[in-house]
């Protein structure tokens, strides 16, 4: 069967209801319509309900259908096509199970499954597509002015369900809503070059840093002479610049004023993923794995999606982010100032 066929035709598939004896019950079979949407919407359409446009469905199918689970030919199974749009779908919603499954024309419980897989499989792609980049210190100077830039860092908050009552309160933010405390880096075009989803929301920004593969590669001096960026969540260290909580002079206010430019763009970057796939806003209500799945999985389409000028449905600008609504006396962890006087004496005094 063509994975990508574009036939017309919408087919009918009959699930047969058994009896107490085991005899499948005709009159009571249940009806599911399973639509090519990939025929029945133009691009613009199809891409408004999927997120990601036909051209990009077909190259995403391509690389992930060795990792879907094989799907029989018999009883009508669900193609790898349909599998793919109702994970779109899903996180194009961010609703119930239920409503994804009536869409593409599957159980509820068949939803569950293929969204599971789907999600590992997309989040499979991370290395190929949430990679640190090597020429991000250019786009980020030409915004403020701020130099050798290597990415600017931040946590959101994705909602969840309590996950279980013996560990539920972990997850429980400052805000007493429960939820995944994700670290994000980006860079100046808005594209994720780290994201870690495995932390719950009483976490603090600065404890994922610290227990993070990205700070063990800063202090090796894997980036070279480029920093981070982040806000005073943050330690102020040698390779993570933080703003001034006190700014005393001319010199140190400039500073700041072209630190919040730069560091911006990871506030962005964050507004855009959560508006174009709604259910990092809205509660998402599936098991653990699978939460952390989806976080990723949608961080590798966001990436797809920048790099290939799908545009969202809204137009980029930045949502309120958690981390504005508190200000921190200093962040978790050792601090060294000396690179960032440094930096504010020699460059921002001109």
């Known amino acids: 069967m063509d994975l990508f066929s574009d036939e017309s035709d919408n087919e009918m598939y009959e699930i047969g209801v058994f009896d107490s004896e085991g005899i499948v019950d005709t009159e009571n079979r249940r009806l599911y319509n399973r639509i090519n949407y990939r025929s029945e919407f133009s691009d613009s359409e199809f891409t408004y309900r999927f997120r990601l446009n036909k051209t990009s469905v077909d190259e995403l199918l391509l690389k992930i259908t060795p990792s879907l ?4 030919s018999r009883n009508n199974g669900i193609s790898p096509l349909h599998q793919l ?6 996180y194009a919603l961010g609703t119930m199970l239920l409503s994804v499954a009536d869409f593409i024309g599957v159980s509820k419980a068949s939803a569950s499954r293929i969204v599971h897989h789907v999600s590992r499989a997309i989040a ?3 290395p190929q597509y949430v990679k640190t980049l090597s020429n991000t210190q250019n786009a980020f100077h030409e915004i403020a002015g701020f130099p050798r830039i290597l990415g600017a860092i931040d946590c959101t908050h994705v909602p969840i369900q ?7 309160e972990e997850y429980r933010n400052r805000k007493g809503i429960f939820s995944m405390n994700v670290q994000g880096v980006c860079n100046a075009d808005l594209l994720f070059m780290n994201v870690v989803a495995r932390w719950p929301g009483s976490a603090h920004d600065a404890t994922i840093f610290n227990n993070s593969r990205l700070k063990m ?24 610049l933080t ?7 001319v010199v ?8 919040i430019k730069t560091r911006n763009t990871i506030e962005r970057c964050f ?25 990723i999985a949608t961080s590798v389409l966001h990436n797809i999606c920048r790099l290939n000028n799908i545009r969202d449905v809204d137009p980029e600008v930045a949502m309120p982010q958690e981390s504005g609504d508190i200000t921190y006396a200093e962040g978790i962890g050792q601090q060294n100032h000396s690179v960032r006087q440094q930096l504010i004496n020699n460059y921002f005094s001109v």
């Open 85 to 90: 749009l109702l994970t779109l779908r899903f």
């Open 69 to 72: 689970k094989v799907i029989s």
């Open 217 to 240: 590669q800063c202090e090796e001096g894997l980036f070279g002479n480029r920093w981070l960026i982040g806000d005073s969540a943050y330690p102020c260290t040698s390779y993570l």
């Open 243 to 249: 703003p001034l909580l006190n700014p005393t002079s």
């Open 252 to 259: 140190e206010n400039h500073y700041n004023e072209a630190h």
């Open 124 to 126: 499979g792609l991370y």
């Open 162 to 168: 309590s996950p279980d009552s013996n560990i539920g």
């Open 271 to 295: 507004g855009v993923w959560k508006r174009r796939f709604p259910i990092l806003s809205l509660k998402i209500r599936v098991a653990m794995q699978t939460t952390q799945a989806i976080i």
